[in-house]
C-alpha cells in the first residue's frame, strides 16, 4: 500500500511538471513590454542632430527639438511633433534643405511623411511649398497629392500633385492649376 500511495504521488508530482513546463512559454517580446505603456514612446530625445553616411560622405543631416521613438510597436517608426530640418547633400555637392513643422519616419518602409508648411530650398534657390509631402529615402524620391507651389528665379507654378528627385532636378506636375512667368 506505501508502495502503491508513493507512486501516486510521483504521477501527480510528474503530471503537474508537465503541465507546469509545457504552459510556460518564453515570449521575450513580452517580457520587454512589462512596464512599458502600449501608446507611450519607448524614447524620448531633446535637440538632436542626427547625420547619415556613406562611405565617410555626409549624406543627410536631420535637425529636430524632440523626437518619440516608438519602435516598440509591431509598425515601428519616429515621430517628431516639433518638425524637422532634413539637409540632404547628393554626390555631385548638391544640397536640398527639406523643413516641416511636423514629421513621422516609418521603419519598415523607409518613408518619411512631412505635415505642415513643408518647404524644399535647392541649391539654386528653387523653393517648393506644400502641407504634405512623402519622402522615400530608398529611392530618394519626394511626392506628394496635395496641392504644391513652385517657385523658381523665372516662374512660379502650382499644381495638385508632385513628385522628384530629392534634388529637384527631375520632377513632375500633375493637374497644373497655374503658371505665371516672371521677369
Same mark, same amino acid.
Do not use: H
Given at each position: 500500500?506505501? *508502495? @502503491?500511495?508513493?507512486?501516486?504521488?510521483?504521477? %501527480?508530482?510528474?503530471?503537474?511538471?508537465?503541465?507546469?513546463?509545457?504552459?510556460?512559454? *518564453?515570449?521575450?517580446?513580452?517580457?520587454?513590454?512589462?512596464?512599458?505603456?502600449?501608446?507611450?514612446?519607448? #524614447?524620448?530625445?531633446?535637440?538632436? @542632430?542626427?547625420?547619415?553616411?556613406?562611405? #565617410?560622405?555626409?549624406?543627410?543631416?536631420?535637425?529636430?527639438? $524632440?523626437?518619440?521613438?516608438?519602435?516598440?510597436?509591431?509598425?515601428?517608426?519616429?515621430?517628431?511633433?516639433? #518638425?524637422? $530640418?532634413?539637409?540632404?547633400?547628393?554626390?555631385?555637392? =548638391?544640397?536640398?534643405?527639406? &523643413?516641416?513643422?511636423?514629421?513621422?519616419?516609418?521603419?519598415?518602409?523607409? &518613408? %518619411?511623411? &512631412?505635415?505642415?508648411?513643408?518647404? %524644399?530650398?535647392?541649391?539654386? *534657390?528653387?523653393?517648393?511649398?506644400?502641407?504634405? &509631402?512623402?519622402?522615400?529615402?530608398? =529611392?530618394?524620391?519626394?511626392?506628394?497629392?496635395?496641392?504644391?507651389?513652385?517657385?523658381?528665379?523665372?516662374?512660379?507654378?502650382?499644381?495638385?500633385?508632385?513628385?522628384?528627385?530629392?534634388?529637384? *532636378?527631375?520632377?513632375?506636375?500633375?493637374?497644373?492649376?497655374? %503658371?505665371?512667368?516672371?521677369?
Amino acid at each position: 500500500m506505501k *508502495n @502503491n500511495k508513493s507512486y501516486n504521488l510521483l504521477y %501527480i508530482v510528474t503530471v503537474i511538471a508537465v503541465t507546469m513546463f509545457f504552459s510556460c512559454k *518564453n515570449n521575450y517580446d513580452e517580457v520587454q513590454q512589462i512596464g512599458v505603456l502600449q501608446n507611450e514612446p519607448i #524614447g524620448v530625445a531633446d535637440t538632436i @542632430n542626427l547625420k547619415y553616411t556613406d562611405s #565617410g560622405k555626409i549624406k543627410a543631416d536631420l535637425v529636430s527639438v $524632440k523626437m518619440l521613438d516608438f519602435s516598440n510597436r509591431s509598425f515601428a517608426f519616429t515621430e517628431f511633433p516639433k #518638425g524637422i $530640418k532634413l539637409t540632404l547633400f547628393s554626390d555631385n555637392n =548638391r544640397k536640398s534643405v527639406i &523643413l516641416s513643422d511636423y514629421a513621422i519616419s516609418y521603419s519598415e518602409t523607409d &518613408l %518619411i511623411d &512631412l505635415q505642415g508648411n513643408v518647404t %524644399i530650398i535647392t541649391q539654386e *534657390n528653387d523653393t517648393l511649398f506644400a502641407e504634405q &509631402l512623402y519622402f522615400d529615402q530608398k =529611392r530618394e524620391w519626394v511626392f506628394t497629392n496635395k496641392p504644391i507651389r513652385f517657385v523658381s528665379p523665372t516662374k512660379i507654378m502650382t499644381a495638385n500633385a508632385y513628385d522628384s528627385d530629392k534634388d529637384v *532636378n527631375v520632377y513632375g506636375l500633375s493637374e497644373i492649376t497655374g %503658371i505665371v512667368n516672371l521677369d
